[in-house]
C-alpha cells in the first residue's frame, strides 16, 4: 500500500501533467497544481520545491515507462527498427508536451545515467545500440555510450527545431539513425 507521502506526490504529479498539458508549463502555477489535487500549496511545496521540480518528475515519469521496450530488447528485436520506433514514440511525446519536452531537451537540466539503477532515455538507446552492436547492424568500432551521447545530440536538436516550427517529418528520425550508424562521408 502506497504511503500518504507517495500518494499525494502521485496526486500532485497527475495533476500537473494535466495542467502543463492543457496550458504548458509557464501557465501553470503551484496553485493551480494543488487545487487540481485536491491538496494544499503548502502540502505541494513540501513535496516539490518548484514548478521545475514537478516537470522533472513528470519527464522521469515518463523515462520510466520502457517496460515495453526494454521486453523488446530482451527478445532480440531487430534493433534499428527498436531504435526508429523508440525515437518516433519520443518524437511524438515531445511534440504532443512541448514544455515538457524544451525541458527535457535543454542540456542544463536532462537527467543523466546517474544513478544507474534510475531508468533513463539515453540508458535505453544506449542498450538498443548494444544490441544493435551485437546483431552486427550498428558500428561496434566505438562505445555504444558515446554513439548515445552522439545520437541524441543530434536528435535533441532535431526536436528543438521541430518544436519551434509545429511540426515534425518521420523521415528526420530514419536520417539521424543512418547517418550515426552509417557515418558522415564515404
Do not use: H
Not at 497544481?33 to 485536491?38: V, Y
Not at 542544463?108 to 539503477?117: K, Q, V
Amino acid at each position: 500500500m502506497a504511503s500518504r507521502k507517495e500518494r499525494s506526490r502521485s496526486l500532485i504529479l497527475e495533476a500537473a501533467s494535466a495542467a502543463v498539458q492543457e496550458f504548458g508549463l509557464d501557465g501553470v502555477s503551484m496553485e493551480q497544481i494543488a487545487a487540481g489535487a485536491g491538496l494544499t500549496r503548502k502540502t505541494v511545496y513540501n513535496l516539490f520545491g518548484s514548478k521545475e521540480e514537478i516537470a522533472l518528475a513528470l519527464i522521469a515519469r515518463v523515462e520510466a515507462q520502457d517496460a515495453g521496450y526494454r521486453t523488446s530488447l530482451a527478445a532480440g528485436t531487430d534493433a534499428l527498427l527498436l531504435l526508429e520506433q523508440v525515437l518516433l514514440d519520443s518524437a511524438g511525446w515531445c511534440i504532443a508536451n512541448p514544455s515538457l519536452a524544451r525541458l527535457a531537451l535543454n542540456p542544463a537540466t536532462r537527467p543523466t545515467l546517474s544513478p544507474p539503477d534510475r531508468p533513463s532515455f539515453q540508458g535505453l538507446v544506449r542498450d538498443i545500440l548494444l544490441l544493435g552492436q551485437r546483431q552486427q547492424q550498428i558500428r561496434a568500432d566505438e562505445n555504444a555510450d558515446f554513439l548515445a551521447l552522439l545520437l541524441l545530440g543530434i536528435y535533441g536538436q532535431a526536436m528543438i527545431s521541430a518544436l519551434q516550427a509545429g511540426r515534425f517529418d518521420p523521415a528526420d528520425i530514419r536520417r539521424i539513425i543512418r547517418l550515426v550508424v552509417e557515418g558522415i562521408g564515404v
